[in-house]
């Protein structure tokens, strides 16, 4: 066996602390050698798992919907009176106050709907720097065990003396040494996994805010264009009288959905992405 294989190294790690190395003593190696170490990697896996699966992006999904559903159910071809004989009894004033009415009564469950949508896009903002230190946590666990793996396999032959004929036998301490550096290559392979869930989470938030932004603008314009105060605005609760542009109010509502549509898309992907993760984060864990 070559020495590199010996000593399972992993390419591009740093040297282990030689310092410390020298202070480990494995010859007396039991299975609690270097198992703390490896405990803490395991609970910093399960946290990982943790947030990955945290509920926020579904949240998220959820509210997407309900906004669109409301945005849907104000349709600006309703302020047209209707044709034929029911239009006698039709008017463009009495259908600009119902439709008035209807937005105010949509846009304020929409509003909280909004605020809860904020909610979870800060959620998943504050995540990211969660995973960033349990990132940081990892790497440092990751070469903590290295240190382990070096003291067991650099200090004691690899092979116990047996008597002649007889299959050789890998020492104790070496055989720790291969457990332990086991549990470190499965933290090595943790790492990408984390950013993995950073990279997802950051996409999705991006455009759940441009969705939250689209969402205000939109109660804006059609607002001003309706003639109506927007909620939050102070001034006078008069209704001006306006003639709706229903072109606009109709590319207002379309842009908005749109942008509701591609935040929908991009939490979708990320939650995919999580999952795929998630099955790679539990096979690191089970070897730790």
Same mark, same amino acid.
């Given at each position: 066996?070559?020495? !590199?294989?010996?000593?399972?190294?992993? *390419?591009?790690? *740093? +040297?282990?602390?030689?310092?410390?190395?020298?202070?480990?003593? #494995?010859?007396?190696?039991?299975?609690?050698?270097?198992?703390?170490?490896?405990?803490?990697?395991? +609970?910093?896996?399960?946290?990982?798992?943790?947030?990955?699966?945290?509920?926020?992006?579904?949240?998220?999904?959820?509210?997407?919907?309900?906004?669109? +559903?409301?945005? %849907?159910?104000?349709? #600006?071809?309703?302020?047209? *009176?209707?044709?034929?004989?029911?239009?006698?009894?039709?008017?463009?004033?009495?259908?600009?106050?119902?439709?008035?009415?209807?937005?105010?009564?949509? $846009?304020? $469950?929409?509003?909280?709907?909004?605020?809860?949508?904020?909610?979870?896009?800060?959620?998943?903002?504050?995540?990211?720097? !969660?995973?960033?230190?349990?990132?940081?946590?990892?790497? &440092?666990?990751?070469?903590?065990?290295?240190?382990?793996?070096?003291?067991?396999? @650099?200090?004691?032959? #690899?092979?116990?003396?047996?008597?002649?004929? /007889?299959?050789?036998?890998? =020492?104790?301490?070496?055989?720790?040494? &291969?457990?332990?550096?086991?549990?470190?290559? +499965?933290?090595?392979?943790?790492? #990408?996994?984390?950013?993995?869930?950073?990279?997802?989470?950051?996409?999705?938030?991006?455009?759940?805010?441009?969705?939250?932004?689209?969402?205000?603008?939109? &109660? =804006?314009?059609?607002?001003?264009?309706?003639?109506?105060? /927007?909620?939050?605005?102070?001034?006078?609760?008069? !209704?001006?009288?306006?003639?709706?542009?229903?072109?606009?109010?109709?590319?207002?509502?379309? !842009?908005?959905?749109?942008?509701?549509?591609? /935040?929908?898309?991009?939490? %979708? $992907?990320?939650?995919?992405?999580?999952?795929?993760?998630?099955? @790679?984060?539990?096979?690191?864990?089970?070897?730790?």
């Amino acid at each position: 066996m070559s020495a !590199t294989n010996t000593h399972r190294i992993w *390419p591009g790690l *740093p +040297a282990p602390d030689e310092a410390r190395v020298a202070q480990l003593s #494995p010859e007396a190696v039991s299975d609690g050698f270097g198992e703390d170490a490896r405990k803490g990697l395991a +609970a910093l896996a399960d946290r990982v798992r943790a947030e990955m699966r945290s509920g926020e992006l579904t949240e998220a999904l959820a509210v997407i919907h309900h906004l669109r +559903a409301g945005l %849907e159910s104000l349709n #600006p071809a309703d302020l047209e *009176p209707r044709k034929g004989l029911g239009g006698l009894f039709d008017s463009r004033k009495r259908r600009l106050k119902a439709f008035r009415d209807r937005f105010a009564e949509v $846009t304020r $469950t929409l509003a909280e709907s909004l605020d809860d949508l904020q909610v979870r896009v800060g959620a998943v903002a504050r995540r990211s720097g !969660t995973l960033e230190q349990l990132w940081t946590d990892i790497r &440092h666990g990751v070469l903590e065990m290295d240190d382990f793996v070096a003291a067991c396999l @650099r200090k004691i032959a #690899p092979v116990q003396a047996t008597e002649p004929g /007889a299959q050789p036998v890998l =020492h104790p301490v070496h055989q720790r040494g &291969h457990r332990l550096a086991d549990a470190r290559d +499965a933290g090595v392979r943790l790492l #990408p996994q984390v950013r993995v869930g950073q990279n997802a989470d950051g996409q999705a938030a991006r455009r759940l805010k441009m969705a939250c932004d689209a969402m205000i603008e939109w &109660h =804006h314009e059609w607002a001003d264009n309706l003639g109506v105060r /927007a909620l939050g605005v102070k001034g006078p609760k008069k !209704t001006k009288k306006v003639a709706p542009d229903q072109a606009r109010l109709t590319t207002s509502r379309q !842009t908005v959905l749109a942008m509701l549509d591609a /935040a929908a898309r991009e939490v %979708e $992907t990320a939650r995919q992405r999580r999952v795929e993760a998630d099955g @790679r984060i539990e096979a690191a864990r089970k070897a730790i």
